[in-house]
C-alpha cells in the first residue's frame, strides 16, 4: 500500500488539495452545515421566494375556548421558510401590538391549541435603540409563533450614560428571566438581527452551547472567523451556568464575544451552529454608539480568560435593578451595572518603577 503511494507523487498532492479544500469549506460554511450539504440532510432553500411572516398566522390561534390536550409537534406544522424582511421603516409599537394579539402582558406566548413544547427565553441588551427593537418585535413575534414556542421576550436596559456592557447586560437578564419561568432555553439576542428563515428554531441543543446567526449579510453570509460566537446564541441554563454565565468586564465594543466562546471551550463543551443556508440574519445597519467605544483591554481580557471565567460571571454578578416592567410587547428590565473601572494605561504603570 505504501508503496504503490510512493509510486504516484500525484496522489499525496491529489490528498493534499482535498484536505486543504475540505478544511476551507469547513472554515467558510461551518461544520455543520458542510456535513448536511454533503448528506443532504436539509433541503436547499430559495431566499428569492419568500413570504410574510404574518402570512395565515390568525388562523392557527383561533379559538380562545380551545382546550389544549397534548404538546405541539416536535416540528411546528405551520413555518414557511424565507421570509421577506425589510429594515427600512421601522413599524410603530401600536402596529405591532395589532399584528399580535396573542401575545400577553410581557411579551409572553404560549400556543393556545397545543401545549408548547420548548420554553424560550429571548434576551435582548438594550440602549438607545428603540427603531431597532420595533423592527425586531415586529418580526420576532409572529417568527416566534410560528414555532410554535412558549415564549418571553425580555429586554434587558442599561441606565445612564456608563460605558455599554453587552455581556453584563445578559447575564442581568438570565437572572431575571429565570424568576418568571423554568425555560428550557436562554436565548441572546443582538437588537439589530433579524432572522430570515423561520426553521431557524429558537431551541436549545441538548448537548452543547448553539450559535444561531452563523450567517449575516454584513458577513456576505458567511462566518467571519471558525469560532465565531456574535449575534444570536442559544443556551440552556445548564450550559449557561457551566460556563459561569458570561463575563461581566467587557465594557464598551468588542471581545466578550470570544470570551464566551473561550469558556464553552474552557468548561470542557464546544459549540452546535445552525448550517449557514438557515443562519441567515439581516443586520440594521447602523454606526457605532456613542458610549460602546472600541475596547481597548479586549485582548488583554481574552489572554486571561482561562485564569478568571470561573471567577468573573454569574457567580460575581451584582447590579441594582431599577425596575421590572410588563409592557405589551416585552419585560422590560432596567438595571444600573455600574462602570467601567478605571484601568492603568502604559503611561501610568510606569510610574510605579
Ligand atoms: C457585534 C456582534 C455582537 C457583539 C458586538 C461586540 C454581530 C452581528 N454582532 O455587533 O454580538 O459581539 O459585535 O460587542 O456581529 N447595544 C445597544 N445600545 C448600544 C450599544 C449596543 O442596545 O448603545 C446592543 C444591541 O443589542 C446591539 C448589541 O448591543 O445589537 C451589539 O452592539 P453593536 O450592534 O453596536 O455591535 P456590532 O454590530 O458590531
Ligand atoms: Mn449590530
Known amino acids: 500500500m505504501f508503496l504503490a503511494r510512493k509510486d504516484k507523487p500525484c496522489f499525496l498532492v491529489c490528498l493534499a488539495v482535498s484536505q486543504l479544500t475540505f478544511i476551507l469549506l469547513l472554515y467558510r460554511r461551518g461544520a455543520s452545515s458542510v456535513f448536511q450539504g454533503i448528506f443532504g440532510a436539509y433541503p436547499g432553500w430559495d431566499y428569492s421566494k419568500t413570504q410574510d411572516v404574518y402570512t395565515n398566522l390568525s388562523l392557527f390561534v383561533p379559538d380562545s375556548e380551545a382546550v389544549k390536550t397534548q404538546y405541539c409537534p416536535v416540528k411546528s406544522p405551520i413555518l414557511v421558510g424565507p421570509l421577506t424582511i425589510s429594515v427600512t421603516k421601522p413599524p410603530s409599537l401600536k402596529k405591532i401590538q395589532l399584528k399580535n394579539r396573542y401575545v400577553q402582558s410581557g411579551g409572553y406566548f404560549s400556543p393556545r391549541h397545543c401545549f408548547g413544547r420548548y420554553r424560550t427565553a429571548v434576551i435582548i441588551p438594550h440602549r438607545n435603540r428603540e427603531s431597532h427593537l420595533r423592527t425586531l418585535l415586529y418580526y420576532l413575534h409572529p417568527f416566534l409563533q410560528r414555532q410554535q414556542l412558549h415564549y418571553t421576550i425580555f429586554v434587558v436596559h442599561q441606565a445612564g450614560n456608563a460605558t455599554f456592557n453587552r455581556a453584563k447586560l445578559l447575564n442581568v437578564g438570565v437572572r431575571e ?44 453570509y458567511s462566518l467571519p472567523y471558525w469560532t465565531y460566537f456574535g449575534g444570536v446564541s442559544a ?45 441567515r440574519y439581516k443586520m440594521i445597519p447602523h454606526d457605532r454608539d456613542s458610549g460602546n467605544e472600541e475596547n481597548s483591554h479586549r485582548h488583554n481580557l481574552l489572554r486571561n480568560t482561562r485564569l478568571n471565567w470561573r471567577d468573573d460571571g454569574m457567580n460575581s454578578l451584582d447590579f441594582h435593578l431599577i425596575s421590572r416592567e410588563k409592557t405589551l410587547l416585552y419585560t422590560n428590565i432596567t438595571v444600573d451595572i455600574g462602570d467601567a473601572p478605571v484601568m492603568p494605561t502604559k503611561a501610568r504603570r510606569w510610574q510605579f518603577f
Open 177 to 220: 428571566a429565570l424568576r418568571y419561568d423554568d425555560w428550557d432555553c436562554l436565548i441572546s439576542h443582538d437588537v439589530d438581527l433579524v432572522p430570515e428563515n423561520d426553521y431557524n428554531l429558537y431551541v436549545c441543543d441538548d448537548l452543547y452551547p448553539k450559535h444561531l446567526s452563523s450567517a449575516m449579510d454584513k458577513f456576505q
Open 235 to 279: 443556551l440552556t441554563p445548564d450550559q449557561f451556568m457551566k460556563i459561569n454565565g458570561f463575563p461581566n468586564t467587557y465594557w464598551g465594543w468588542g471581545g466578550e464575544d470570544d470570551d464566551i466562546a473561550l469558556r464553552i471551550r474552557l468548561s470542557g463543551m464546544s459549540m452546535t451552529r445552525t448550517p449557514l443556508n438557515l443562519g
